[in-house]
C-alpha cells in the first residue's frame, strides 16, 4: 500500500487549501451526508490521507476535518478507503438497465460509471426492422415494451429507467455498418462511407462517446483499415474516442495492434486497445513485445492507452467458433449454413482448428443458453457436452446453435496468469470488466456468466494490488477512476475533489475480494461497504438500497 499520512501532518503540509478544504469547528454550514474518519485516495495525491468528506446534493464540497459540521446522514469509515467511483470503461451492458435499473453485479463492485456500446455493438442505429426485432425481443424476454432507433431516443429510454448508476456509450461500428451497408461481407460504396460518417457524427452528437469496433465479429470484420481510418476521422473531429477490439487477438495480434495504431496516426483519434491480451499458449511469448509497441507508440505521442480484465478467460458468443464469411448476414442466413452440407465441410474445418488452437474442447464452457432442455450444458466443457450426448464436438456446436438460433455464451480459458500481472502493471493499461449489468435473481440471473460480471474490480483490489502485490492500492485505483475519466474526457468525475460529482466508493482494504467463481458467479463480492452515486447512498453496508441517481453522461456534456 502507499505511504499514508496521518490528520495533523495533512493539514500541517497546508494540503488542505490546495483541495478547497473547509477545515475544523470552523464549518458551522451542515451537510447532506458526511463520510468521517476514511482513508482518502483522492485520485491526484501521491498518498493515502486521512480526512472527512462533505456532500451536498450531487456534489463533493468538502474535504478535510469536518469534526465540527453537522450532516443529515453520516458514514463512519474508520480504517477503510474513501476513494472516486470506479468506472468501468468496457462493458456491454444496455438492455440490462432497461430489464432492472438497479445495476445489482456493478454497483456492488462500486462501479459507479457504465462504460459500454463496446466491441463493435449498440443498440443503435437501428433501422426499423431491426427496431421491431429488438423491441418484440425485449418483450418476449423482459415484458418491456419500449422501442428506439437513434442513440437520442435509446439514452432518453435509460434516463426514463431511473438507473442506479451513471451510463455513457459508444457507437458500435458493427451497428453502424448495417444500419448503412447491411450485414454481409461488401464494402461500402463511396455515397454509403459518406452516409456512415454522417450517421456517426449524429450519434455522438446525440451523446456517444465515439467509436468502437468488433473486427473479429461480422459484420464489422468486413470492413477495411481504410474505412476505419476515414471513420475515426470523424471520431477524432468531434474529440472522441475510439475503442477497438481488434482483429485478432493470437496468432496475429501484433499485426493488429499495428492496425489500431496506424488507424490512430492516419486519423489523430484517441485510441482504446479493448481487453488486451494473446490467447492460446502458442501466442503467450508475445505479450513483451505487444505492450512495448503500445509503450513506445505514447512514448512517441500517439494517444493510445488499453484495458484489461483480471481474469484469464475469455467470454464470447459461441459462433465465433464459426469462420467469418459463414456469420453473414442475418440469423437465419447463418443457421441455414449450419445446415447446408456444401457448407458444413469446409465449417467443420475451421471450427475443429479453432477447438486445436484454444487447447482441447475441455477448455471451451457453456456459459448462457436459451431453451430450457440445454440448461444442463451451462458450466460444462464442450468436451463434457459431448461426453453427455455422444456426439463429435463439432457436431454438438452445430446442433446447439441451430436449436438455440445462435444464442450461445461460451468461455474459453485461453491466456497465461504472469502476462495478465504485467498487462495489468502497464501504466497505459486501465481496469474494464468487458461484462455486464446482471442480478442473480430474474431473468438477469439465468446461466453462468463470467465471474467478470460480478468481480472484476474487487478482485483488482484484493488479489493484485492487496495480496500479490501487482501495483499499489493507489495504483489500482487510479486506473479505475481517474485514467479512465481523463480519457473520455468525463466531466467532474473520476477523482475525489471539491465540486466534483459525488460518486464515492468505501471499502475495506483488508477484506475486499470478489466471490464470483466460474461455477457460480451470481456472487457479490466482500468489502465493498458504501457506494455513493451522485450524492445519494446506493450501497449501505454492503447492501442496495434501492436509489436511482444515476444518470446518462454525453459526450460533451
Known sequence: MAKKINRREFIKAGTLAGLGVIAGCSIRNRFDLIIRNGLVIDGSSPAIYPADVGIRRDKIVAIGDLSGAGADHLIDAANQIVCPGFIDIHTHTDTELLA?????????????????????SSPFPLNEDDSRALHERLKERYGISIKWQTAAEFLTAIEMAQPALNYATFTGHGDLRAFVVGKNDVQPTP???EEMKRVLAATMAEGSLGLSTGLEYAPGSYAKTAELIELCKVVAANDGVYATHMRNEDDTVEEAIEEALEISRQSGVTLEISHLK????????????????????????????????PYNAWGTGLSSFLPLWSRQGETDDILERLRNKDDLKKIKSYTESR??????WERVVISNCHNEENIIYEG??????????GKEPFEFIRDLLIDESNRVSVIGFAMDESNLKKVLASPLVMIGSDGSAVAPYGKLGEGKPHPRFYGTFPRVLGKYARDEKVFDLITAVKKMTTMPADKLNLKQRGYLQKNYFA????????TVIDNATFSDPHQYPTGIEYVIVNGEISINKGEHIGASRGKVIRHHC
Not at 438497479?102 to 466491441?119: A, D, Y
Not at 460444462?380 to 450426448?389: H, V
Not at 464515492?504 to 483488508?510: R, Y
Open 100 to 120: 432492472n435499473p438497479r445495476g445489482e453485479s456493478k454497483i456492488h463492485q462500486g462501479v459507479t460509471s457504465e462504460i459500454s456500446g463496446n466491441c463493435g
Open 191 to 193: 455515397a454509403q462511407l
Open 278 to 309: 494473446a490467447c492460446n499458449q502458442s501466442n503467450w511469448h508475445k505479450v513483451d513485445h505487444m505492450l512495448a509497441m503500445i509503450e513506445n507508440a505514447h512514448a512517441q505521442g500517439l494517444p493510445v492507452h488499453a484495458d484489461r480484465y
Open 355 to 360: 477447438g486445436r488452437r484454444i487447447g482441447g
Open 380 to 389: 460444462k466443457s464442450i468436451r463434457e457436452c459431448t461426453e453427455m450426448t
Open 503 to 510: 460518486d464515492i466508493v468505501v471499502f475495506n482494504p483488508g
